[in-house]
């Protein structure tokens, strides 16, 4: 072997040389360039993760806040003093019936002593049995405040749900009942994202850590089943450990997997989302494997000119991995790289400014999603709300134009109500239907408030849908659109009308940030119409309190052991007591002697029973005169 080296020409001996120094020097600048770079990526995969899961949290949180918090307006407004009376009790949960909507396994009101008094839809002997054994029950007259009871199958639907139960008070702030809501745990209106996939093999499961069962997963098998077994291992220790993390595990399957953990509803609910580690740093292996390919081809392609051919290639390697080094530590910020060729250097180049485009892009629409939170918080009408997210969509989301619109229901058209960016005066006269049957209602905008669907035109310039509106379209440089329906009530109202100056704009990331701004706008307006309607509920409870306040007609409120709760104004102006003399003493104290005692045993077994009595009274003032009532 020493000889045949010997024998070698200079030339062949220096190319020989450089090609061992080229590979000496090549193989450690790869490596730990890509070590650099894997880190990084890993670290921006693991945090895209934790986001995803975050947004499924707060989102299920926040569902489940909001049932809780119209449960309780529920049981705030239903008659406690009546909390025996069945009849009066059903007819009450039937006028509310939209709560029906949100509790899709049913309503039931608890008396305190522990037995049901109605229900609402009627099951069975729901309204009826005993819930002593229930800990909600139990927990809520403890505590006096909301509970979430244990995931469990229902002994009278026998599906799957969990319970929220409410105090129900009187007066005097004391716990007289309970009521309770059932949310199904198929409910696709709370449940929806923790049956989705996260990723293309990846679950998000939603666990009670209190309980230590799994509430919802993707694979439906796993409902109910309890996640504390040996076989579980390290991710049920990760569980119960009640933080907020990312780790490699040891998924329900026993395969390895990212998984994270979000705690919700005061530690009593976690999300996770469990990703296997083959699809989740399946990136950052290709990339690496495509740097390997790379630099070994670029070695076995220096051959007889090879000073020329190694300088030349180590200056593009050279100028790339400077950069990317750079940017790995933070000393640049991120950027495309120049590629200026097409071999698989540049093709290295190209996907890298092409996940970094993603980056960018995925960052403005989370920016401007952020910013469509916040407006939604801040915001005290619809109008100011629309105004705001058409901005924030353009300013941080990185859209040419966006426009919201309303459907006008007399006349089936589209009306803007809001809009922002490059283009408004497109919306001058502009004529978009909801009907199928007018040639304006053919569109994206009038597609997706019709179908209840959003509708993507990722090639503006040459979509069927967009003809009518192509050649305003090109005056602004639009390339691509979205119009994503907007809900109230569950009902597709208006739409939200975004155009980009890039083909293709809207990926499936794009696609799901647009699609959650949709269902949080949508939110928001349900939550606009729950506050108009608190208000309209105060105000007619303060005119029926001055009603019976002001009346000229003695009126006097007991409980149910006939107990005076409440006088009003007359009362004391003809009996002569004043309300803190009566208050909790028996109407007996107005007798006289003129009312014989089978008149008032008939009059108080008529209202015991909830019903009407009338007739003449002989009573008695304070100073001992007589009158008629």
Same mark, same amino acid.
């Given at each position: 072997?020493?000889?045949?080296?010997?024998?070698?020409?200079?030339?062949?001996?220096?190319?020989?040389?450089?090609?061992?120094?080229?590979?000496?020097?090549?193989?450690?600048?790869?490596?730990?360039?890509?070590?650099?770079?894997?880190?990084?990526?890993?670290?921006?995969?693991?945090?895209?993760?934790?986001?995803?899961?975050?947004?499924?949290?707060?989102?299920?949180?926040?569902?489940?806040?909001?049932?809780?918090?119209?449960?309780?307006?529920?049981?705030?407004?239903?008659?406690?003093?009546?909390?025996?009376?069945?009849?009066?009790?059903?007819?009450?949960?039937?006028?509310?019936?939209?709560?029906?909507?949100?509790? +899709?396994? %049913?309503?039931? *009101? !608890? &008396? /305190?002593?522990?037995? $049901?008094?109605?229900?609402?839809?009627?099951?069975?002997?729901? =309204?009826?049995?005993?819930?002593?054994?229930?800990?909600?029950?139990?927990?809520?007259? +403890?505590? %006096?405040?909301? *509970? !979430? &009871? /244990?995931?469990?199958? $229902?002994?009278?639907?026998?599906?799957?749900?969990?319970?929220? =139960?409410?105090?129900?008070?009187?007066?005097?702030?004391?716990?007289?009942?309970?009521?309770?809501?059932?949310?199904?745990?198929?409910? /696709?209106?709370?449940?929806?994202?923790?049956?989705?996939?996260?990723?293309?093999?990846?679950?998000?499961?939603?666990?009670?850590?209190?309980?230590?069962?799994?509430?919802?997963?993707?694979?439906?098998?796993?409902?109910?089943?309890?996640?504390?077994?040996?076989?579980?291992?390290?991710?049920?220790?990760?569980?119960?450990?009640?933080?907020?993390?990312?780790?490699?595990?040891?998924?329900?399957?026993?395969?390895?997997?990212?998984?994270?953990?979000?705690?919700?509803?005061?530690?009593?609910?976690?999300?996770?989302?469990?990703?296997?580690?083959?699809?989740?740093?399946?990136?950052?292996?290709?990339?690496?494997?495509?740097?390997?390919?790379?630099?070994?081809?670029?070695?076995?392609?220096?051959?007889?000119?090879?000073?020329?051919?190694?300088?030349?290639?180590?200056?593009?390697?050279?100028?790339?991995?400077?950069?990317?080094?750079?940017?790995?530590?933070?000393?640049?910020?991120?950027?495309?790289?120049?590629?200026?060729?097409?071999?698989?250097?540049?093709?290295?180049?190209?996907?890298?400014?092409?996940?970094?485009?993603?980056?960018?892009?995925?960052?403005?629409?989370?920016?401007?999603?952020?910013?469509?939170?916040?407006?939604?918080?801040?915001?005290?009408?619809?109008?100011?709300?629309?105004?705001?997210?058409?901005?924030?969509?353009?300013?941080?989301?990185?859209?040419?134009?966006?426009?919201?619109?309303?459907?006008?229901?007399?006349?089936?058209?589209?009306?803007?109500?809001?809009?922002?960016?490059?283009?408004?005066?497109?919306?001058?006269?502009?004529?978009?239907?909801?009907?199928?049957?007018?040639?304006?209602?053919?569109?994206?905008?009038?597609?997706?408030?019709?179908?209840?669907?959003?509708?993507?035109?990722?090639?503006?310039?040459?979509?069927?849908?967009?003809?009518?509106?192509?050649?305003?379209?090109?005056?602004?440089?639009?390339?691509?659109?979205?119009?994503?329906?907007?809900?109230?009530?569950?009902?597709?109202?208006?739409?939200?009308?975004?155009?980009?100056?890039?083909?293709?704009?809207?990926?499936?990331?794009?696609?799901?940030?647009?699609?959650?701004?949709?269902?949080?706008?949508?939110?928001?307006?349900?939550?606009?119409?729950?506050?108009?309607?608190?208000?309209?509920?105060?105000?007619?409870?303060?005119?029926?309190?001055?009603?019976?306040?002001?009346?000229?007609?003695?009126?006097?409120?007991?409980?149910?052991?006939?107990?005076?709760?409440?006088?009003?104004?007359?009362?004391?102006?003809?009996?002569?007591?004043?309300?803190?003399?009566?208050?909790?003493?028996?109407?007996?104290?107005?007798?006289?002697?003129?009312?014989?005692?089978?008149?008032?045993?008939?009059?108080?077994?008529?209202?015991?029973?909830?019903?009407?009595?009338?007739?003449?009274?002989?009573?008695?003032?304070?100073?001992?005169?007589?009158?008629?009532?």
């Amino acid at each position: 072997m020493a000889r045949k080296l010997a024998s070698l020409s200079l030339s062949k001996k220096a190319a020989l040389t450089a090609m061992l120094l080229f590979v000496c020097g090549m193989v450690p600048l790869v490596y730990f360039s890509t070590i650099s770079l894997e880190k990084s990526l890993t670290e921006l995969l693991v945090s895209h993760q934790e986001s995803a899961v975050r947004n499924v949290a707060y989102n299920l949180e926040q569902k489940v806040l909001l049932r809780t918090e119209t449960l309780q307006d529920v049981a705030n407004n239903l008659p406690a003093e009546r909390i025996g009376d069945r009849t009066a009790i059903g007819h009450f949960l039937r006028q509310n019936i939209a709560i029906a909507h949100l509790f +899709v396994n %049913g309503v039931v *009101v !608890i &008396g /305190k002593d522990g037995f $049901g008094v109605a229900d609402y839809p009627v099951v069975g002997k729901r =309204a009826s049995s005993s819930y002593l054994e229930m800990e909600y029950f139990r927990d809520v007259l +403890v505590t %006096g405040r909301p *509970v !979430i &009871g /244990k995931p469990r199958y $229902g002994r009278f639907t026998n599906k799957a749900g969990v319970a929220i =139960a409410v105090p129900i008070k009187n007066k005097r702030g004391e716990p007289v009942g309970v009521l309770a809501g059932f949310i199904g745990l198929t409910d /696709k209106s709370v449940f929806d994202q923790t049956h989705a996939r996260l990723g293309k093999t990846g679950d998000l499961i939603l666990v009670s850590s209190a309980d230590k069962v799994v509430i919802a997963d993707t694979d439906e098998a796993h409902t109910l089943k309890p996640f504390d077994q040996p076989e579980h291992g390290s991710m049920s220790e990760a569980i119960l450990d009640g933080q907020d993390k990312s780790k490699l595990i040891k998924d329900l399957y026993g395969n390895e997997a990212l998984f994270t953990s979000v705690n919700i509803l005061s530690g009593r609910w976690a999300v996770l989302g469990t990703l296997p580690a083959a699809e989740a740093f399946s990136p950052v292996r290709q990339l690496k494997l495509k740097i390997y390919i790379a630099s070994a081809m670029i070695m076995l392609l220096i051959g007889g000119l090879m000073w020329w051919a190694m300088n030349r290639q180590l200056n593009v390697v050279g100028r790339a991995t400077h950069s990317l080094r750079r940017m790995a530590f933070g000393e640049e910020p991120l950027h495309e790289l120049p590629v200026g060729r097409h071999d698989e250097i540049g093709e290295m180049l190209i996907a890298f400014n092409k996940l970094q485009h993603q980056i960018n892009r995925l960052t403005q629409f989370y920016a401007a999603l952020s910013r469509c939170n916040e407006a939604i918080v801040r915001s005290s009408s619809e109008q100011e709300l629309f105004q705001q997210i058409c901005r924030a969509t353009v300013e941080f989301g990185g859209m040419k134009m966006v426009w919201i619109g309303l459907l006008d229901q007399a006349s089936l058209l589209v009306k803007p109500v809001a809009s922002y960016g490059d283009g408004t005066e497109y919306l001058d006269g502009i004529l978009i239907s909801e009907s199928a049957d007018d040639p304006c209602g053919h569109g994206p905008t009038g597609q997706a408030i019709r179908e209840d669907r959003p509708v993507w035109c990722q090639n503006y310039p040459n979509d069927l849908n967009t003809v009518p509106w192509q050649e305003k379209g090109a005056q602004f440089g639009w390339l691509s659109s979205a119009a994503v329906p907007i809900r109230r009530g569950g009902k597709a109202v208006g739409a939200i009308n975004l155009y980009s100056g890039e083909t293709g704009a809207f990926d499936a990331q794009a696609r799901d940030l647009l699609n959650e701004m949709s269902m949080d706008i949508s939110f928001a307006l349900d939550n606009f119409d729950l506050d108009e309607k608190r208000t309209q509920v105060e105000h007619t409870l303060l005119k029926l309190s001055l009603v019976v306040e002001q009346s000229p007609n003695v009126i006097i409120i007991t409980d149910l052991d006939a107990n005076i709760e409440y006088t009003n104004a007359a009362f004391s102006t003809v009996t002569g007591y004043s309300q803190e003399e009566v208050i909790g003493k028996n109407p007996r104290i107005l007798q006289s002697d003129k009312t014989s005692r089978e008149t008032y045993d008939h009059m108080w077994s008529l209202l015991s029973r909830g019903e009407i009595w009338r007739g003449e009274l002989t009573n008695r003032r304070k100073d001992g005169s007589e009158y008629i009532e």
